[in-house]
């Protein structure tokens, strides 16, 4: 009999449902972000990979963030409050994307320093969900950032610091034949060390396995 599971969830588990997803702030500056609270999951990834739409997957709002035709349109770090129906409650952040070109030295630098300071100081985060095109594979931006984040957030059990998890995501899944996701998953996790979740906005598969993932994150 053919399984009714949603692709990439193993039998016996829990589908995750969103009771409220709203927009709670953004900001430019670590200075300006809301006080640490619920743990946080921050979406990094190169411009145009596909962030905003994975996040409106991932609660299930079609509107909550903003979509765009055109590189660079994050300029801020949005944080928007999740609650789960179970009540646990998180903050997902959408970081600016990195790799478009027609920034100006600048823009990048300061967006360079403004991630930096919250990967690195923000005592909320507890994972970075870094999104890859499954069609590009895994480019030099994307490894220089999950090395940073690695290197910089081990954690410390001795003193109670929890570590910041990497979940590797390739998206735009549903763009590549069925015959060729795997190998290109394969690839991945033999060109990293980590194991990808493959995802598609469009036909919600893999939305089920990250939520495990993030859970597991964030404890």
């Known amino acids: 009999m053919e399984s009714s599971l949603p692709a990439g969830v193993t039998k016996g588990a829990h589908r995750v449902r969103v009771a409220s ?48 035709s055109t590189p660079g349109c994050t300029r801020a770090l949005n944080l928007f409050a999740i609650t789960l129906d179970d009540g646990t409650a998180y903050r997902m952040v959408d970081l600016p994307g990195y790799g478009y070109a027609k920034l100006s030295k600048a823009e990048k630098a300061t967006w ?36 940073f984040v690695e290197s910089s ?27 060729k996701r795997k190998p290109a998953l394969a690839a991945f996790k033999r060109d990293t060390g980590l194991t990808p979740i493959g995802f598609s906005a469009v036909t919600g598969e893999g939305r089920d396995a990250l939520w495990v993932r993030i859970r597991r994150a964030a404890g």
């Open 112 to 147: 360079g320093r403004m991630i930096e300071s919250y990967l690195t100081e923000r005592t909320s985060l507890r994972a970075v969900v870094l999104l890859v095109d499954i069609r590009r594979g895994f480019e030099e931006d994307d490894g220089q950032l999950a090395e």
């Open 21 to 68: 997803a709203e927009f709670e702030a953004g900001a430019t500056r670590l200075a300006s972000l809301p006080e640490a609270g619920a743990p946080e999951v921050a979406f990094s990834g190169r411009s145009n990979v596909g962030k905003s739409s994975l996040m409106n997957a991932l609660v299930e709002r079609s509107g909550l963030v903003r979509t765009s």
């Open 153 to 179: 957030r081990p954690g410390d059990v001795a003193a109670g610091v929890p570590r910041v998890d990497v979940i590797l995501v390739a998206t735009k899944l549903d763009k590549l034949p069925l015959h």
